[in-house]
């Protein structure tokens, strides 16, 4: 069992940034794979951005619509995983997930964030 707790959402305008933290409390966060999922009113949930546990080598793999604006990381020293997120459009308006998953998904109860001037 993982508890997912993300912070670093809110209001940003058009061209801005934001960094998503998700902190995990667990003993043993290297074998999760993490990922942030986000979820549009009216849309179904999707993939951001995944990294794979470092015993599979941190893989990261990103959305199209991320590519080039959004960076994931992972510090296993602090259980934490983050999503930078750069150069942020209002069509990525969405409540954004964690998620790790490994014998199974585990989800955070998500973070705002609004994407508007």
């Known amino acids: 069992q993982v508890r997912l707790v993300e912070s670093g959402g809110g209001l940003v305008q058009p061209g801005g940034s934001l960094r998503l933290s998700c902190a995990a409390s667990t003993t043993d966060f290297r074998v999760y794979t993490m990922g942030w999922y986000r979820q549009a009113p009216g849309k179904e949930r999707e993939l951001v951005a995944r990294?794979?546990?470092?015993?599979?080598?941190?893989?990261?793999n990103y959305a199209d619509s991320a590519k080039g604006r959004f960076t994931i990381s992972r510090d296993n020293a602090k259980n934490t995983v983050y999503l930078q997120m750069n150069s942020l459009k209002p069509e990525d308006t969405a409540v954004y997930y964690c998620?790790?998953?490994?014998?199974?998904?585990?989800w955070g109860q998500g973070t705002q964030v609004t994407v508007s001037s």
């Open positions: 998620n790790a998953y490994y014998l199974g998904d585990f």
């Open positions: 990294i794979t546990s470092i015993t599979t080598g941190g893989i990261r």
